[in-house]
Structure formats: C-alpha cells, structure tokens
C-alpha cells in the first residue's frame, strides 16, 4: 500500500503560481510512477502529468504544457506539481496517483490521495 497527501492548493489569481505537494508513506516510493490528475465540476477526470520512478521520463497534458512542471525526490518521498500562468479553466479538484509503471491514464492507476482543490479567478 502507498498512502498519497496533496497539499498546496488554494485561491488565486489568473497569471498566478501555485504548487501542489504529494507526499507518500508506505511502501518504498522510488517504485512508483506518479501521475497527477484534476477534474472541473461536471467533466471527467482528464490527466494533467506523469513522471516515472526515476524522474527521468515526464509527459504533460497539452493543456499545462510550457506552463507546469512535474518533479519528484525520492529521498523525500515526494512529487511536485508547479503551475505557473494559472488560467480560470485551470480550476479543479488536483489528485495526486501513484502505479508501479509509468501511464497517462487514470483508471490505470492503483492509489490515489483525496484531492486539493484549485480555484483560479479572472
């Protein structure tokens, strides 16, 4: 079993930054891909980005790409999301997942955190 805490979202302002924290506890964390996810009020679960358990490959979701970057420390068990130029369509419930191989698709994966709500405002 992997354990999964987000934290670090919160309210703010179209052009602004925020970054998402998952940290993980259990089994050994450098065997995990993880892959970040969000889903707006009334739309699916759409995939956001991936990192694999070294840190050596990563994939955005076109949405986010040129202005989120993914990373991961395995000493201290934890994955980053930074958002930069948050747009209003940018808002959603961020998850945080975690499988033993790298994908982009979320039902794929095995464990995932409760969620930490992004809301950014125009």
């Known amino acids: 079993q992997v354990q999964l805490v987000e934290s670090g979202g919160g309210l703010v302002q179209a052009g602004g930054s925020l970054r998402l924290s998952c940290a993980a506890s259990g089994r050994t964390f450098s065997n995990y891909a993880v892959g970040w996810f969000r889903r707006a009020p009334g739309k699916e679960r759409e995939f956001v980005a991936a990192?694999?358990?070294?840190?050596?490959?990563?994939q955005y979701a076109d949405s986010v790409k040129g202005r989120f970057t993914i990373s991961r420390d395995n000493v201290k068990n934890t994955v980053v999301l930074q958002m930069y130029s948050l747009k209003p369509e940018d808002t959603a419930v961020y998850y945080c997942?975690?499988?033993?191989?790298?994908?982009?698709?979320?039902?794929?994966?095995?464990?995932w955190g409760q969620g930490t709500q992004v809301t950014v405002s125009s």
């Open positions: 997942a975690a499988r033993t191989f790298y994908s982009v698709t979320y039902y794929e994966y095995e464990y």
């Open positions: 990192i694999n358990r070294s840190g050596g490959s990563i």
